[in-house]
């Protein structure tokens, strides 16, 4: 089942293993993920993959073991994590996920700019892990992919 495998990438502290938690109907514990975490769905990768440059083709080689990208942008974030067109060097989909909208000093706009920016085509996933607000769409995205 390697095939419907699904890659998350994000800054760190974006919310990729909290999403990986409620779309496995797991406790939602922070854990700093410090070291690629692969799960029966997932490729949960280390914020820092996508932080530090000498790190992108870590990214680019499990794409190759992945059906999707889920490109996680943290709503609160004031900064770009993602280069200019960085998703373009992948031959799989990449979905735009937008995480922590629930919080007050959620800026949906700027995060949708900030995917853009990044080559990520919308519509974008704009989820509230904790609330599980829109989580039910992502589950459904899931069960396509693994039928």
């Known amino acids: ?19 990986k938690q409620a779309l496995s109907d797991l406790p939602l514990i ?3 993920t410090q070291a690629l975490n692969f799960s029966e769905v997932f490729i949960d990768c280390p914020g ?6 000498r790190y992108y083709h870590v990214i680019i080689d499990l794409s190759h ?19 200019p067109k960085f998703v373009r060097v992948f031959r799989k989909p990449v979905i735009g996920v937008i995480t922590k909208i629930d919080l007050p000093q959620a800026n949906l706009e700027a995060a949708r700019s900030f995917l853009n920016n990044a080559g990520i ?3 974008f996933y704009e989820i509230s ?8 769409i992502l589950r459904t995205r899931i069960e396509c992919l693994t039928k």
């Open 129 to 136: 892990a904790l609330h599980k607000k829109n989580i039910q």
């Open 1 to 19: 089942m390697h095939d419907s495998k699904i890659l998350l990438i994000g800054g760190v502290g974006t919310g990729k293993t909290t999403l």
């Open 30 to 32: 922070y854990q700093k």
């Open 65 to 83: 073991q992945v059906s999707e990208i889920w490109a996680l942008q943290d709503a609160t974030k004031t900064y770009l994590t993602y280069p």
């Open 48 to 53: 820092e993959y996508l932080e530090i440059p």
């Open 121 to 123: 085509a919308q519509p």
